[in-house]
């Protein structure tokens, strides 16, 4: 009897030791595991499940360890450590090599079970991390905006492009109001014989605030099999004119978004720096009735290309076209019997709303960002290549730097100058200059 306790004791020490050796966890908890001992801090323990998963090609993993090493956090400080891990983790493009990990769902063979992996709650996190995995990790400053922008923890939800709130955002000429009843205040005037116009034909100050959020939501990972991550976007921006008589809303621009990301092979990857490309579904409206509503649909394709500490996204789209409304509805007015001007009767005419977007806003644009020190510097470049039989595009240009230190707020300073910047004033020519705060940042988009 008493060799046989001996025995069974003996098996449950060596059973608890196998169940608590990293070495014998599955991949996939071994990640779990990993993630949630940073989270309690007990980095020590969770170095040796980053190792076993960095040793087998986990990009997410060789990244943590980088940081670990750099910190001195669960292991003794080493920059060559630290500096080894981090390139190895910016060398290739995928998160998880498929082979070496064959018993995580999210690789299976079987499409049935990436789907089902798609509600484990793990998709995000390692979509998120694959897509840094791809990106070059070589520099402080990326290094830290990168792990800035995939350390999302609310319901999922990421900052998309930067969420700001710039309090004052000068024109260097007032907006004019656009009513809804009618194409314009000149042409009512004209036929009313009024001077409305000049009371209510443009806002009463050039000084306005300026707020726009964004965010996004990664949907599934690697669903078909290409490592491809599937995410649905919401940028709102608005224009609120809170300078002027009961400080009305100028515009708020809604835009919806859902787009797919393929990342590169690394024979592009390092050739021309293009990590991945975007295809993607873009809605955006106003929200408005009659002449005041503007709204407009594409489809578009986006490169999103890395060298060092400079992003750049260069995306062409095609309009998805709608039914013209009445040519008469365009002019705003119906010629009576008597050859008389009388007002469009229906200003809700079904149609599309802006035929002549394209002239304004062209085919495409090209995002850039640029990292130095704790500076961020962007811009957005738009051009029509003389559609509409005239050349216009627009110019858009920031800059934002840590708020006395902070990692969530921040200076922001912006520039604008050419059409489309609003879609209510899609066709009109607006030069500003604007500045607050920003609480997130974007990368090129």
Avoid at 310 to 315: E, M, S, T
């Amino acid at each position: 009897m008493k060799h046989f306790l001996v025995i069974v004791w003996l098996g449950l020490a060596l059973f608890a030791q196998s169940a608590a050796d990293p070495k014998s966890v599955p991949a996939e908890e071994a990640f779990q595991k990993a993630r949630v001992l940073l989270e309690m801090k007990k980095y020590a323990e969770a170095v040796p499940y980053l190792e076993r998963l960095a040793k087998h090609g986990n990009k997410s993993a060789m990244y943590q360890l980088a940081t670990l090493y750099e910190k001195g956090l669960g292991v003794d400080q080493s920059y060559e450590r630290s500096s080894y891990w981090y390139k190895q983790a910016a060398s290739g493009y995928a998160y998880v090599q498929k082979v070496l990990d064959k018993e995580a769902a999210l690789f299976s063979e079987s499409i049935a079970e990436r789907f089902k992996a798609q509600f484990t709650g793990v998709s995000s996190a390692v979509a998120n991390e694959a897509m840094l995995a791809n990106l070059q990790t070589d520099t402080k400053e990326t290094r830290t905006l990168l792990e800035e922008l995939t350390s999302g923890k609310f319901f999922g939800l990421q900052p998309y492009k930067a969420n700001y709130f710039l309090p004052a955002s000068f024109s260097t000429r007032r907006y004019r109001r656009q009513p809804s009843a009618f194409k314009s205040y000149e042409l009512y005037d004209e036929i009313a014989g009024t001077d409305f116009f000049d009371r209510y034909g443009t806002y009463d100050s050039q000084t306005e605030a300026e707020f726009q959020f964004s965010l996004k939501k990664n949907l599934t990972y690697n669903l078909f099999g290409f490592d491809e991550t599937v995410t649905a976007a919401y940028t709102q921006h608005s224009y609120w004119q809170l300078y002027s008589n009961s400080s009305p809303f100028r515009e708020t621009n809604y835009s919806p978004e859902v787009f797919v990301v393929f990342p590169t092979s690394p024979r592009i990857n390092e050739r021309f720096g293009l990590k991945a490309t975007r295809w993607g579904y873009l809605h955006q409206s106003n929200g408005q009735e009659g002449y005041r509503s503007r709204s407009w649909n594409r489809l578009y394709l986006q490169g999103l290309f890395q060298w060092e500490n400079l992003f750049l996204a260069a995306r062409v789209w095609y309009r998805v076209p709608e039914a013209d409304k009445p040519d008469a509805y365009y002019r705003g007015y119906i010629v009576d019997e008597n050859g008389s001007k009388v007002l469009y009767p229906d200003p809700n005419e079904d149609g599309d709303d802006n035929p002549d977007i394209l002239d304004y806003m062209g085919y495409g644009d090209i995002a850039f960002t640029y990292l130095w020190h704790r500076h961020q510097f962007g811009g957005l470049f738009r051009y029509n290549f003389g559609k509409g039989g005239a050349h216009r595009g627009a110019v858009k240009l920031d800059w934002s730097y840590p708020f006395f230190g902070s990692h969530t707020i921040f200076w922001y300073l912006q520039f604008f100058n050419g059409y489309g910047e609003s879609l209510i004033d899609y066709n009109k020519n607006y030069t500003k200059a604007s500045f607050g705060f920003s609480f997130s940042r974007g990368i090129a988009n």
